[in-house]
């Protein structure tokens, strides 16, 4: 293989050669492939989750899809548990683990019961706006069944708003997108305390959301199961 011609750069062969080449994952792949604008997006979603759980021991992840990103998250935390209920993600998630970067990837469906742990915090990007409302309580329930007494849950969804502008692949499946006062009403169901927070592009803040294109509640304290 030929070398670089600035010595600093002599690392991305080693790492090549040690350790092969990192592969997107199966939803990052198609993301990349169809819109890759929107891989900073998503990327932007779980640097902002990293930092709100910076230093928690054991995280559980719920509905990770191909976990592409959660490494960015596993940086600052200590141990993540991994769930998906689609066996074919769960499937790529184990194929591309790297010791380094540790995920216990696990098929699970949220709706048929918690996850064992506890867990000092949960967080679902881009999941709950998937689960019908007649099951919003169900599913939220049996994380907050996970959960230790001090819990925290970050939850990420598009705002409904921003469904008018999204494209049909965006739109597939959300059947729930909410406002922000819905957001923030539906985990306070949950918990004495949520805050919330819009989210444009890369841009997470605290404006005005019916012209956010994302919502993040993050739900403290929680009330108990609701199973």
Known sequence: ????RESQYERCLEIAERSGRTQLGLMSNQVWHDDPRRLAFVLARYKFVSKMLSGMERVLEVGCADAFATRIVGQEVGRITAVDFDPVFIADVEARNDARWPIDARVHDMLSGPVAGPFDAAYAVDVLEHIPADREDLFLGNIVA???THGVLIVGIPSLESQAHASPPSRAGHVNCKTGADLRATVARFFHNVFLFSMND???HTGF????????AIGCGPRGSRR
């Open 1 to 4: 293989m030929a070398r670089t």
């Open 146 to 148: 996970s959960l230790d």
């Open 202 to 204: 890369e841009v997470v």
């Open 209 to 216: 959301t019916p012209m956010a294109h994302y919502l993040f």
